[in-house]
């Protein structure tokens, strides 16, 4: 197959973004060439990661990390503007980024962010590229908004979750899309290894007691079956990002999309790197494969 070059469009989900790795790794490794890439919140973090050189050596750290590494990482707080300041892992994207333009970047990238004063949809096209993801990664309620240049930023899947529309001005052969929120039912499971399962059952127990003692000190609902502040909000954003996806999907048709189940994972689970890059790797391939199938 003679090298494709690829538009590519990472659509925001939170923890399911680590899906964007293994599949951009299949992607790659396919003979594909990605030329362009815009990206919502996670979608933005891993295509600027990819677009600066780093997202080898990033997902190398991720892997690393277990449940209690991700909660030391998050820097909580119980600020009204948000539970997660956000900075400890900013450092560390500093330190790989450095203080990268996104003008200087070898390919055109695109972050997405929202406005908070304006509600309106922000393209982050040039200036710093730590500055740009930042922006796109502040999930409301969760991590505190992003201030640049007087504005105050929030996250780019709140308007837009599958930022189409700015590569659809680049010259490329194909635009893939990697849609995060697909309601897909997975005709063959994806099981996770015994390590994973473990590891899982861990985070949890530790997970809910962290949630009991946020859920005192914010005063917020009360705890009613299995339905906790967190799990409402995170259910929320996914239906609401679902819907928004559909929208962007019929307004901009990409030539393929990849279809990563929300039921993966729940946004907040980021202690499940390993598992969520395979699923992405495995989905990619299961997709790009249909997709050649059908255009030899």
Excluded at 205 to 230: G, H, P, V
Aim: proline residues 4%; contains cysteine; aromatic residues 8%.
């Amino acid at each position: 197959m003679s090298q494709k070059r690829v538009s590519l469009v990472l659509g925001s989900g939170g923890a399911r973004g680590y899906a964007h790795i293994g599949a951009i790794e299949e992607i790659i490794s396919r003979g594909y060439i990605i030329c362009a890439i815009s990206g919502s919140s996670m979608g933005a973090l891993i295509g600027g990661l990819y677009a600066c050189g780093k997202l080898k050596e990033y997902s190398s750290w991720v892997q690393t990390l277990d449940f209690l590494d991700v909660i030391k990482l998050l820097d909580i707080t119980f600020a009204s503007s948000g539970l997660i300041r956000g900075d400890k892992i900013i450092e560390k994207l500093e330190e790989m980024i450095g203080d990268t333009l996104i003008e200087d970047l070898d390919i055109p990238y695109t972050a997405v962010a929202t406005e908070l004063t304006s509600q309106k949809e922000v393209w982050f096209q040039k200036g710093p590229l730590i500055d740009a993801i930042r922006a796109s990664i502040a999930i409301p309620t969760f991590f505190t908004p992003h201030k640049h240049k007087d504005r105050l930023f929030l996250d780019g899947g709140i308007v837009n979750p599958l930022p189409i529309a700015p590569i659809m001005s680049q010259f490329s052969d194909m635009v893939i899309a990697i849609n995060l929120n697909s309601n897909k039912i997975l005709h063959k499971p994806i099981e996770p290894t015994e390590e994973e399962k473990r590891e899982s059952e861990e985070a949890k127990n530790i997970f809910a007691q962290f949630i009991e003692s946020a859920e005192k000190r914010l005063s917020q609902l009360k705890k009613e079956e299995e339905l906790t502040y967190i799990s409402v909000i995170s259910r929320s954003i996914d239906t609401m990002q679902n819907i928004l996806t559909n929208y962007k999907i019929a307004g901009y048709r990409p030539d393929l999309i990849i279809e990563i189940p929300k039921e993966c994972a729940m946004f907040y689970e980021f202690h499940r790197a390993k598992e969520l890059i395979r699923v992405g790797r495995e989905l990619a391939k299961e997709a790009l494969e249909d997709f050649e199938r059908q255009n030899p």
